[in-house]
């Protein structure tokens, strides 16, 4: 707010707005370009709702601010633009942005009348809307007019937690899982139905790692969320679509895990097997080896959710750090995002030429 000047008035049972409680809000900015004003449920931008000020058309607008570029700065429907005498002004190498908005709008942060409210005030270096030149949370008291910049900023070790165990789940742990079937063959040598155990057992780690690092998250955003905000949990509209895909991923690997347990069982052939994934081929071609149908078809679907799954996954994972870094303000989220690509390609690699070997050995056959 350096350099700037920041008036607010609270009108009670406005007639402009049909008798309901307005903020009418008076920022001048100390220079020549775009100004916006966000109400905030967290101090950060993504997430809050803007009025932002155009100078060149005098377009005075609400905004959702899905992302921190300008592309993620998505004008509000028609019928959210609600704004009373909004406008927006130069003069003298200063802009002036002037608004009343009514205090409590639907599927909108409210504006606390009495309480604290957290505000971001942001403005350009010109007038066309791009990066800001400066921009600032804080905490306002509309009752008492008390300016605090002590806004509750986000936990950045419960967000590293939160990564840390999903990569290690399924960039690291889900493709050596989902390895150890495709390269069941090359386990024979050692114990048969070692191959399973290891499938089941790290895939059981990875939903529980999973598990883990989703209420991590789930926790983390709402403790982050002032009191009476909506934490937006799970929201289609914030961060790329990540809470909503970490939703649907979470669900999933729960609901594939639960597949492979409650699976359609092979041909009973040894009864004294503790698990008939652990017969060996010549076992299972005892009498007549058919497997039901139902075999069938899990395996098929099994594989196509657990495939499909892992893929969604390593998405969601880049989409992650993105954000991590972004919200952050950190450097390096390049040699993040190589890493993990090194680690999946090599894991994939060496599954793939163990496939191959698998096929010109004919590890099957002997
Ligand atoms: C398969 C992997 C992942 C899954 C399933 C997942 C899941 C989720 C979910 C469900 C949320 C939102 C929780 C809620 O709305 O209450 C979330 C938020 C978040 N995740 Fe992930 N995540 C994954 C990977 C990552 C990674 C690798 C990072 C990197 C640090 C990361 C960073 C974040 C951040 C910063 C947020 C907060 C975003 C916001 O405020 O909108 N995530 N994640
Ligand atoms: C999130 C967890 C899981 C994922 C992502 C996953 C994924 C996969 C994939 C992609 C395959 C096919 C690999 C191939 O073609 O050889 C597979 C095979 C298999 N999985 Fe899982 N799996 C998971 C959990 C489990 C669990 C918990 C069990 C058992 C308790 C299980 C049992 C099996 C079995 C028996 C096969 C072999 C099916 C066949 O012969 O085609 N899976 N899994």
Redesign the pocket.
């Known amino acids: 707010l350096a350099g700037s000047t920041l008036r607010t008035f609270v009108e009670r049972a406005n007639p402009l707005a049909n008798g309901q409680d307005t903020l009418t809000v008076r920022l001048t900015v100390p220079v020549l370009g775009w100004v916006g004003f966000a109400i905030s449920g967290t101090g950060q931008m ?2 809050s709702e803007a009025i932002i000020g155009l100078p060149d058309t005098g377009e005075v607008l609400k905004y959702n601010l899905n992302a921190q570029n300008t592309a993620g700065v998505v004008p509000m429907p028609d019928s959210q633009q609600t704004l009373i005498d909004a406008r927006i002004e130069q003069d003298r190498g200063r802009t002036t942005l002037v608004f009343t908005k009514i205090l409590v709008e639907e599927d909108e942060i409210p504006i606390e009348a009495t309480g604290q409210n957290i505000f971001l005030t942001a403005f350009g270096s010109g007038n066309t809307l791009g990066v800001h030149a400066s921009r600032e949370p804080y905490t306002l008291n509309l009752e008492t007019g008390e300016l605090g910049g002590g806004v509750s900023t986000r936990n950045s070790s419960l ?2 937690a ?2 840390w165990l ?2 290690i789940a ?1 960039a690291v742990l889900s493709p050596l899982a989902i390895g150890s079937s495709l390269l069941r063959n090359y386990f024979r040598c050692c114990k048969e139905g070692l191959w399973f155990q290891l499938h089941r057992g790290l895939n059981m780690l990875v939903v529980l790692l ?1 598990t883990i690092a ?1 209420l991590i ?2 926790a983390a ?1 709402s403790q982050e969320t002032p009191a009476g905000a909506d934490a937006s ?2 929201s289609t509209g ?2 790329d679509g ?2 909503t895909i ?2 649907v ?2 669900l999933l690997a729960l609901a594939q895990a639960l597949g492979g347990m409650l699976r359609p069982h092979l041909p009973a052939a040894a009864e004294n097997s503790k698990d008939e994934e652990a017969q060996g081929p010549e076992e299972q071609a005892a009498p007549t080896p058919q497997k039901s149908t139902a075999r069938k078809v899990w395996e098929v679907g099994h594989r196509a959710v657990g495939l499909s799954l892992l893929g969604l ?1 390593w998405y ?2 880049q989409l ?2 993105r ?2 870094y972004s ?1 952050f303000s950190l450097d390096g989220v390049g040699t993040a995002l190589t890493a993990l690509w090194v680690v999946i390609v090599c894991l994939v690699g060496t599954i793939s030429v163990g496939l191959i070997g698998d096929k010109c050995i004919g590890l099957n056959d002997e």
Do not use: D, E, N, P
């Open positions: 993504i997430g967000w590293a939160h990564g999903m990569s399924w999973t989703f998250a789930v955003i949990h799970f914030i961060s990540h809470r970490g939703l991923i979470f996954c969601q994972l992650g750090i954000l991590y919200i």
